[in-house]
C-alpha cells in the first residue's frame, strides 16, 4: 500500500467483479486512509444486450464480489459497494453516484478483462473530466507488452511456438540442459483416448458432490437477491458448487492436483453421458475471477510431478492449457480488441437455435452437452469446441449470436478469454488469425469420443435419410459451401476431395437434407 499522494486530490479505485486479486497493482498503489475504493453489481453485466449472464454465472461473480469487500473492510479500506438490488443499471451511473456522493478528481483500475467496458469507463471519465489511469493486469504470467513484442515478426504466429517460449523463458517443466521434460515438448497425442465401452472408471471420476460451496451465507444472500431482481436470467440455479473465496479455489486446486490430474492427460478429450466434469479441473472461473494465479497453479501441477511422479502427458497437457492457451488467447484478445466484435470471416447470418437455451433437441450429444451448462455453468473443452460449437459453426450460427450464448451461460465466461475461443477458435470468424483452419468433423468424431450416438435417434455415419446425423449431414455441407476456402488449405484438401469422391446424386441428396434441416431448426 502506498503513501505516494497522501495529501493531495481525492481518489476512486474501482475494482471489477474479475479483479479479486489483493496482489494486483491496485493494492501497491492504494492509500487506506486516503482513498476510496467502489466496487459494484450493475444490471447492464447480467442482462445487458451486448453482456448477458446466466443465474450460475451472475450468482458466481456476486458471490464472490461480496466475499472480496468483506475482506477489504475487514482490512481497513473504504469500500463503498453497489448491491444488484440498488437497480444501478451500468458501470457509469455508479461512477456518477460516487461522484456526487465522496467527489474525486482521479480514478484508477486495473485494466479490465472487456474492451467493452474499459471503453465506456475512459468515455465517462474524460466527460467528467476525472483524470483516469489503467494499471496493468499482474495476474498473469506474460508481462505487459510481451506478447506484442514476440508476434511482432511472425509470418504465422502459432500458440505452439508461444507456449515453447514460454517454457524456456519461465523454466517451466525443463531439463537443466534447456531441452523440454520427457524429451518432447508436447504429450497431445497421447491425450485424446475415449474411454472405451466400459466408459470411465467411476472411482476416480469427479462428480458434482465434491464440495459443496452452497451453504456459505453470502451464497444465499446472493441467491435470494439475484431471484428477486434477475428472475430471468437463463440457465437454472437447483444446485450452486463454485468456489467464490480463495481458499475455497485452494482447496478446489489441490483436490485437482491430487486426484483428477493423473488421470486428466489421457483421456482430456473424452465426454460421456450424465458426466459433466471427468476429470477436468474446473479451475477456469477461480483463475478468471483472479482469486487463484496461473503461475500457482502451473507450480502445484509441476510440483506434483515431481513429488507423486504423475504421468508426463497429464501434467504437460494441463501446465500447456494455462501456460500456453490462457496466455496467447489473452495476447490475441488485446492485439484485436476492438474487432472481436464485428468479426464474421464466414459470413454466417443464421440465428442461434432455440434449443441452445432449453436444451430441448433430439439430437443426444447437444442435449447433454447443454442440459449441464443450463445445471452447471460448465462444459469441458471438447464438449464446447467439437459440440455446441461444432454444431454452430456448420449450421452457419451468426458467431456474434453463439458468442453471447457462450458469455453469457459458462460461469468461466470473461471477454478476453470467451471471444478469441468463441470467435476465433470455435467459429473462425477471425479467418485464422488463432487456427490454420476451421475445426470441422462429422458426427463420426463425437461417436469416437463418446457414448453419446448409442441412445440418440441419429446415426453418426448417415448424411442423408431419417436416421441421418445433422452433424454429419452439415459437415459435407460445410465442406461444398466453403469450397475453395477449404480446398486451398492443406489441411483440409482430404476432406474436399472426399467430397469431390461422391456422386452428384449423393451431392445433391446431402443438400436436399441439409436444407430440410435449416427449414425445420429455423422454426422449431
Ligand atoms: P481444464 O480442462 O481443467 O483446463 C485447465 C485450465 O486451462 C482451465 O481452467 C483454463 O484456465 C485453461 N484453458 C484450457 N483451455 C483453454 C483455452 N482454450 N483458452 C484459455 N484457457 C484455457 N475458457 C475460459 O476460461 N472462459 C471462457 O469463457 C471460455 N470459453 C470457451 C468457448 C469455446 C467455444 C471454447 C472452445 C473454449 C472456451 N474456453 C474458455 C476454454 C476452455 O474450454 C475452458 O477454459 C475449460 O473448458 C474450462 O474448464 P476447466 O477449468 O475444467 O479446464
Ligand atoms: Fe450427436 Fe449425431 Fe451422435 Fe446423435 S448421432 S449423438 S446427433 S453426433
Redesign the pocket.
Known sequence: MSNENQNTSPRLFLIFGDQLNFDSLLFQAVNPQHDRLLMAEVLEESNGLDSPSSQQRTVLFFSAMRHFRANLKAQGFQVDYTPITDHCPDFTTALSAQLSRHPFDHLKAVLPGDERVRTTVTQWAQHNAINIEWLADHHFITQPGEFQEWIKNKKQPRMEYWYRYLRKSRNILMEPDGKPLGGKWNYDASNRRAFGKQGPNRENLSSECDFNHEDDSIVQEVIHDVKSVLPDLAGKLTHFNWPVTRPQALQQLQW?VEQ?LPH?GDY?DAMWEEQP?L??????????LKLLS?SE?ITAAETAYHHYQLPLNAVEG?VR??LG??E???GLYWLHRSEWPHMNFLQAKRPLPKFYWSADTDMHCLQQSIQQVIKHG????????MV??LFSLLYGVNPSE?ERW??SM?V???AW??Q???LA???FADGGLLASKPYIASGNYIHKMSNYCQTCPFNPKLAVGKQACPFTTLYWHFIQQHYTLLQNNPRLAMQVKHWDNKSSEEQHAINQQAQSLFKRLSVS
Do not use: K
Not at 279 to 288: E, F, G, K, T
Not at 378 to 385: A, T
Open positions: 485437482f483428477q486428466f482430456q466434469f476429470h477436468h479441473s474446473r479451475l477456469a472461473s477461480s483463475l478468471n496461473p497453479v494441463f492449457q494455462i492457451w490462457r496467447y488467447v489473452r460448465y462444459g469441458h473443452h471438447i464438449q464446447r469446441l455446441t460449437g453463439i457462450y458469455l459458462f468461466d465466461a470473461v478469454v470467451e478469441p475461443n468463441t477458435m470455435s467459429q
